[in-house]
């Protein structure tokens, strides 16, 4: 079992750019959320996806957006990118679909640089 | 709104000394909590959790934390350090469904021969 995988590795944009980051959940999981980690800081929640949907959402404009595919994986977009969009975005799976808590499993994340 | 203090921004341990790490919650209902940690380069591990039950949770890696309601903390603890537990750890609150994780800032461990 690969666990969460994140694509790409890093990444570097400048200001205005869009960026799409990709993850793929640990086999079985059907639930996928995002986190913003900002250097020296704990991650912060961005959305979660589940049955291809958006279920909850942080505090983060709508600059943001994602998708799920059928296969669970999913996307995360940055629109209109500011330099304080660096950071590191972490990925985690869960396979709870329903109001039980179940583990996330997070992957390595994506390191993007805003120049 | 859910949230989680982490006082201690850097702590320094000599190797084989014991370790505690300090987390405050805040959270209206009975919290879910979490210890997580991240190595340099690495994504989040799961040391421990709790859910309902023993307030004394035991984890991997030698860690256990316990849960205190009246005083909102769920300090971890390790009674021997190594030097591969050095890392950065954070502290954790989950809302009840839909698994909303909140994270503390994180306390950065130290490790000294």
């Known amino acids: 079992d690969a666990g969460v995988t994140q694509s790409p590795t890093h990444l570097i944009k400048t200001r205005g750019q869009q960026v799409t980051l990709r993850c793929s959940p640990k086999?079985?999981?059907?639930?996928v959320s995002w986190y913003q980690q900002a250097l020296g800081q704990g991650p912060q929640f961005i959305f979660q996806?589940?049955?291809?949907?958006?279920?909850q959402r942080g505090n983060f404009p709508d600059r943001f957006s994602g998708h799920q595919f059928p296969n669970y994986s999913s996307e995360l977009n940055v629109n209109a990118l500011l330099l304080g969009d660096s950071a590191l975005y972490l990925c985690?799976?869960?396979?709870?679909?329903?109001?039980?808590?179940?583990?996330?499993?997070f992957g390595p994340g994506t390191r993007l640089t805003v120049l | 709104a859910q949230s989680v203090t982490q006082p201690d921004i850097h702590i320094t341990v000599s190797e084989g000394a014991s370790l505690e790490l300090r987390c405050n919650y805040s959270?209206?209902?009975?919290?879910?909590l979490f210890w997580y940690v991240q190595s340099p380069g690495q994504g989040l591990q799961l040391l421990l959790k709790?859910?309902?039950?023993?307030?004394l949770v035991q984890g991997i890696k030698g860690f256990e934390a316990e849960f205190k309601r009246s005083q909102s903390s769920f300090n971890l603890r390790k009674p021997s350090v190594h030097w591969s537990d050095a890392a950065e750890y954070f502290c954790?609150?989950?809302?009840?469904?839909?698994?909303?994780?909140?994270f503390g800032t994180g306390t950065k461990l130290q490790v000294i021969p």
């Open positions: 709790y859910f309902s039950g023993d307030t």
């Open positions: 086999s079985g999981h059907d639930t």
């Open positions: 959270y209206g209902a009975t919290p879910y």
């Open positions: 996806y589940y049955e291809e949907e958006e279920r």
């Open positions: 954790a609150v989950g809302s009840g469904g839909y698994q909303k994780v909140t």
């Open positions: 985690a799976s869960s396979d709870s679909g329903g109001a039980t808590y179940n583990e996330q499993f």
